[in-house]
């Protein structure tokens, strides 16, 4: 698992490839199960990204995610929504419109064939009774800042009125350039400014901490200063996106602590590809360090 990546779960996902080796599916059957051993405090919205734990099936981990107490998994696809809702959980990041992270509104040259997704798929998210809808800028292909800005606010502008119409809030992920080579979207005051110059409260960002630290650092700060563009957060331990625990560099319960003193109400979600053998294990003790 520690070779998967984002960008190989997105393509497989828009390829519409849903098949398991059957030697996952045994070894998913064999994971241990873990109940929480006390509630969860409740100041952070817990939400796990499917795509880490690929190898257990959907209604499996649901089933696994609500003994933790996790209240939403997501990253999933239209098709999927119904068995998540079925287990009395939510899918606080959707994802189904757009081309895929290196395709995004950068480009004018897709602006139509993403905006048609996009105005296809907002209705069918609200309709599901769910939030934030995922979307990316793409890559820079050698655009200053400033011309990247004004390519996506072009583009988001012509659907910011339908998200807006069905209270969908479109989320672009920050990402780094690292693992995502040539990504626009790579630092906390790109992408704020551009939710400045859409104007529209359902534009906003993920806020992922893993890509974040890589490209930026100073978290907290970045985190204080800008978080009311945030609609969603997700976690990763660096270097190697593994565990949030000892074994990285990243301070988790100060980054959660303040997050709660700052109010944010949206959703935490666990976005670490294990390495340890028992995947539920570490996913318990993830939820648990941002569990303040």
């Known amino acids: ?85 079925n287990h009395g959980l939510t899918v606080a990041m959707a994802q189904g419109a757009g081309l895929g992270i290196d395709r995004g509104f950068n480009d004018r040259s897709l602006h139509d064939e993403l905006v048609a997704s996009y105005e296809k798929v907002i209705p069918i998210v609200a309709e599901a009774g769910l939030t934030n809808l995922i979307c990316f800028s793409g890559r820079r292909n050698g655009v200053t800042d400033l011309q990247g800005w004004e390519n996506c606010e072009i583009g988001l502008k012509r659907i910011t009125p339908i998200a807006e119409k069905y209270n969908v809030v479109l989320t672009m992920e920050l990402l780094n350039t690292n693992g995502h080579k040539d990504y626009l979207c790579s630092r906390t005051y790109w992408g704020a400014e551009l939710c400045r110059r859409v104007g529209s409260p359902n534009l906003k960002l993920l806020y992922d901490i893993y890509h974040m630290q890589i490209m930026e650092g100073d978290i907290i700060n970045n985190i204080r200063k800008y978080h009311q563009y945030f609609s969603h957060v997700h976690t990763g331990g660096n270097p190697g996106r593994g565990e949030i625990d000892e074994t990285q560099e990243i301070y988790y319960p100060a980054i959660m602590k303040a997050l709660v003193e700052l109010g944010y109400k949206g959703f935490v979600g666990q976005e670490f590809v294990p390495k340890q053998k028992d995947k539920i294990a570490s996913l318990e003790k993830c939820i648990r360090i941002c569990d303040v």
Request: glycine share 8%; aromatic share 6%.
């Open 1 to 85: 698992m520690s070779n998967i990546s984002r960008r190989d779960a997105i393509k497989t996902a828009l390829a519409g490839s849903a098949a398991f080796a059957a030697s996952g599916l045994k070894a998913s059957v064999n994971q241990t199960r873990t109940t929480a051993k006390e509630p969860l405090k409740g100041n952070i919205h817990h939400s796990v990204s499917k795509w880490c734990f690929g190898d257990i099936p959907l209604d499996e981990f649901c089933d696994i995610c609500k003994g933790i107490g996790i209240e939403s998994v997501e990253l999933l696809d239209p098709k999927d929504w119904d068995t998540v809702k």
